[in-house]
């Protein structure tokens, strides 16, 4: 540790200054380089044969190593044209707001610990309950992001409507579209594979309710517990949105817990397209990322429920050593709220963009992403080749390249390349996914600054990158 006023202490404030300084200006330029920047297999292996010195090195030394070797290689999901996966295109308030939090390193587990930064926070998370429809019995905790807000739900729903002898018959029921990490969750918390029941889709994504219905009784006249429905409100792969009402009505009707996965999708409740999410209102927990369509920079999740006491039951511990900073709290402790003891304020971030920004300003940004899937598939429809497999919503688009005279494996080797050539070309991130059984592309286009032009010209490079694999295609069968 350097001591306080020590020419090393100096070093670091001046090398911190510099790099912030430099990565600042670099970080509002991200849109003009390419959306990939890959490491050599020589560059990765001098990084693993680097090994740790028993010396320390010079500081500007490792600074510029970092800056040079590890820090920029990798994609660029901050770039106007990164459209895969759920890209994260980060605000520059957020990114400000995260180095003050961090640069004070305040253990925000408590409200003694840092009694600004957990009302901040407590307000913040007060203000999206009202936003989902919750009561005022509503309360939440910042979490790491959607995987760990979705545990913690399950982890309180389990614990709401299973007695512990029962926790080997909890049932749990998803749909095909239910992402990932419901079922990492599920098992983290004691749910067997052979409990998931997988619920069928029909060709909106949407989960079949009859067969929902079907499967809950199944399970109860053969002894076991129904306890979860987990429902979607903005799927990863489409933007779908479940039947929320009817979902909440069939949770009510057999005293199951309802959460909603709407790690993105959420974010629309602060829109005029908010009516999509209707019925939310209804669930018992939510899951929200601000750190995708609220534009924070990573970790940023929230786990909302209608009765925060469903999370102190399951959370809420009082060991002798944390007796003091109880007493003098004013509001819940999050720490009494979620998995984590020590944790950072990970809200405030959040809370220092919507001052600066406002909701207006913010709400407008997430409603420019329903435009720019909009004019994807205008563009995409000019092109008689294109087959729209899944409808701009929310702001995504799934389609596929279909020319005639190809058999439907060819088709999906034909898009599997058209992704490969335009994300190599640094042009664009545009990869595939899995829809009724073909391989197709998928955009998902949330970023602020991504514009019309910009859409339509990326539409238009997908077309072109087409032209030239189907043609190598071609070749290819004619030699066979």
Not at 91 to 100: Q, V
Not at 227 to 251: E, H, K, Y
Not at 259 to 278: C, E, F, P, Q, W
């Amino acid at each position: 540790m350097y001591a306080k006023g020590s020419t090393q202490e100096t070093d670091v404030e001046l090398a911190a200054v510099r790099f912030v300084c430099e990565l600042f200006s670099r970080n509002r330029h991200l849109s003009e380089g390419p959306i990939a920047v890959e490491a050599t297999p020589e560059q990765l292996q001098a990084i693993a044969d680097q090994g740790i010195p028993a010396q320390g090195r010079p500081l500007d030394e490792v600074v510029a190593e970092m800056q040079e070797n590890i820090i920029g290689y990798g994609y660029n999901i901050d770039h106007a044209r990164f459209m895969g996966f759920v890209p994260g295109p980060v605000n520059a308030l957020s990114w400000l707001g995260d180095m003050m939090a961090s640069g004070y390193n305040r253990h925000a587990g408590s409200f003694a610990n840092y009694p600004a930064g957990c009302v901040a926070e407590h307000e913040l998370l007060r203000w999206f309950c009202d936003k989902a429809g919750f009561p005022q019995t509503a309360g939440g905790v910042f979490v790491s992001g959607g995987s760990m807000a979705n545990m913690t739900a399950l982890i309180a729903a389990r614990d709401a409507k299973l007695g512990e002898e029962d926790w080997c018959r909890g049932v749990a029921y998803v749909s095909e579209q239910t992402h990932s990490s419901v079922a990492k969750g599920l098992h983290m918390v004691g749910v067997v594979p052979g409990r998931i029941r997988t619920i069928p889709c029909h060709d909106d994504f949407t989960m079949d309710l009859d067969a929902l219905e079907r499967a809950i009784c199944v399970d109860e006249q053969a002894g076991l517990k129904p306890f979860v429905i987990i429902a979607t409100a903005g799927s990863t792969n489409t933007g779908a949105v479940g039947p929320l009402p009817q979902i909440a009505d069939i949770a009510q009707a057999h005293n199951l817990w309802m959460h909603v996965d709407g790690a993105i999708g959420a974010s629309v409740l602060l829109t005029r397209y908010r009516d999509m999410l209707r019925g939310i209102e209804r669930a018992d927990s939510l899951s929200w990322d601000a750190h995708k369509w609220l534009f924070q920079t990573y970790s940023c999740g929230m786990v909302l429920v209608r009765d925060e006491r469903t999370l102190l039951n399951s959370f809420s511990t009082h060991p002798e050593y944390l007796k003091d900073l109880e007493e003098s709290a004013q509001i819940t402790n999050p720490w009494d709220m979620g998995p984590e003891l020590t944790r950072p304020a990970r809200g405030l971030k959040l809370w220092f963009t919507l001052q600066v920004m406002g909701s207006d300003a913010l709400s407008a940004a997430v409603e420019h992403g329903f435009d720019l899937a909009r004019w994807a598939q205008d563009e995409l429809e000019k092109n008689p080749m294109v087959q729209i497999v899944s409808p701009a919503q929310m702001a995504m688009l799934n389609f596929r390249y279909s020319p005639e005279g190809l058999s439907e494996e060819q088709k999906d080797v034909l898009n599997a390349r058209i992704s490969h050539r335009i994300v190599e070309s640094g042009d664009a991130g545009v990869f595939t996914t899995e829809l009724k059984g073909m391989k197709v592309l998928r955009i998902c286009c949330i970023h602020p600054e991504t514009t019309e032009q910009v859409m339509r010209e990326t539409v238009q490079r997908l077309n072109e990158c087409c032209e030239v694999e189907l043609e190598a295609l071609r070749v290819e069968m004619d030699a066979e």
